[in-house]
């Protein structure tokens, strides 16, 4: 099978870049005594397709819904979406879609529908299925949630170095600010409130059109926005993070010209593997499955 048919390839990650390249990228190098136990594999999607972003930058929502139930069913290796997802949710779970609502690159409301109908095909009934960001924590259906799915569009962050899936959760403490010190190192703490443990499904690190580069708390420019035209999906958040850190700096690399770290370094992602045990950081522990469009991958 190709790798543009979903072969799980290794050698994608091995030849993207040294491991001392990756272990700067995420802050390995400085995490190595956090780590307690070798991490289990981790297998993520990597789905990409030319016509997905317009060439005005707009989202094309038929094929970003294609893309996405591709993306899902080759992850749980399920024939079609219906069966995929039945693994995921049923008739008897509460489902909280969280999503991000940052106005100048938002969730896009094309993924939002696909997840939502995926999840009433499920069985789940309506009224126990919301879609939010910053009403989360008074939200009903997320307050008695009992899955959660968690989708946000990858950017150069001013606290973290990134926004990540990871990332996507600060919403659901009362200080958000509380968890920025040392460069939001904290992220990991929140996955394991016993409100969220356990209870996430599906991460989605939406690759559209992601920024590489910001400057202040909420720094904005189209110049640091490029039309990748992908999605990373996996139910290991971390992986998901890893994986799409890893495209970041590529990206940072071949516009700057020249070694370009993300500044400050997003060792959130790090820290989620070897302190609070979320997931896989590691490369070489990450399988990933590349599907559709190579040109430009950086990975």
């Not at 491991?19 to 956090?34: E, I």
């Not at 039945?86 to 940052?102: E, F, S």
């Not at 789940?124 to 997320?142: E, I, K, L, Q, Y």
Request: a neutral charge; aromatic letters at 6%.
């Amino acid at each position: 099978m190709s790798e543009s048919k979903g072969a799980v390839s290794r050698r994608d990650f091995v030849r993207a870049g040294s491991g001392a390249a990756v272990a700067g990228v995420l802050g390995l190098h400085a995490l190595a005594q956090d780590r307690q136990a070798a991490p289990a594999t981790s297998r993520v999607v990597l789905v990409r397709r030319s016509e997905a972003v317009g060439e005005d930058g707009g989202v094309r929502a038929e094929v970003v819904h294609e893309m996405f139930d591709q993306a899902v069913t080759t992850l749980l290796g399920e024939a079609d979406r219906a069966a995929a997802w039945k693994r995921l949710v049923g008739p008897d779970d509460v489902v909280g879609i969280k999503t991000n609502a940052w106005h100048y690159l938002p969730t896009p409301p094309a993924l939002e529908d696909a997840v939502r109908s995926a999840v009433l095909a499920a069985g789940v009934a309506p009224d126990n299925v919301a879609v939010d960001d910053r009403g989360v924590r008074s939200n009903p259906v997320f307050r008695r949630a009992t899955a959660l799915v968690n989708m946000r569009p990858m950017r150069s962050h001013h606290w973290s170095g990134l926004g990540t899936c990871l990332k996507n959760y600060i919403m659901f403490v009362e200080r958000p600010a509380d968890h920025h010190p040392d460069t939001c190192a904290s992220l990991g703490s929140i996955w394991q409130l016993p409100e969220l443990a356990g209870k996430t499904r599906l991460n989605v690190l939406v690759m559209l059109t992601p920024q590489f580069h910001g400057v202040g708390p909420h720094g904005y420019s189209p110049e640091y926005v490029w039309p990748y035209r992908g999605l990373i999906v996996g139910t290991d958040p971390v992986a998901v993070d890893a994986t799409g850190a890893r495209i970041m700096q590529a990206k940072r690399d071949q516009y700057f010209g020249k070694p370009s770290p993300i500044s400050p370094p997003p060792h959130h992602i790090a820290l989620a593997d070897t302190r609070y045990h979320l997931g896989v950081s590691d490369k070489e522990r990450i399988e990933l499955v590349r599907l559709g469009w190579e040109e430009g991958a950086l990975i």
